[in-house]
């Protein structure tokens, strides 16, 4: 039994979910989202209560139960308050700044690295801390990933880029005798 899915999600006002076989509908203040399905779960729409029941007892029809619930309550918490992901550049000389619909970033490199944003995303960045806003939770984390691909953070003087709840564990460096 999951307890995610058993769970009702219940609908915020301002909020409109339509549910058309598979495919869920999610229309709020900030924006719309949608999203199909396996068909290994039923759901449903009643007097503002979604619900998810599985059509067959399988291990995968298990496993999908939870997940349909987690993405859908994800999609309807989306449209009502933004996901952000804030990360932190560490090192001398690194920076980073939004032109127009690209993030560049100084890195250390030779060359800039320059970043194309996705237009349902919006980025900002203030001093050394780079901001990724958006309605749909796997755009956000999808992207600022890729950010912190450019430059992940190294153990010795923790210099590159990070999440700005990630914890560094340092190493020592070379002793000298």
Sequence with gaps: MSRIGKQELQVPAGTDVQINGSTVTVKGPL??????FNDVITISLNDGLVTFIPKEDTPRGRALWGTTASHVKNMIDGVTTKFT???IIDGVGFRAEVKGSQLVM???FSHPVEMEIPSDL???VEKQTITVAGVDKEQVGLFASKVRLQKKP???KGKGIR???EIIRRKEGKKNV
């Design 122 to 124: 919006d980025v900002a």
């Design 31 to 36: 924006g719309e989202l949608e999203r199909t």
């Design 106 to 108: 100084q890195l250390g």
């Design 85 to 87: 992901k804030n990360l």
């Design 154 to 156: 190294e153990p010795y």
């Design 163 to 165: 999440y700005s709840d």
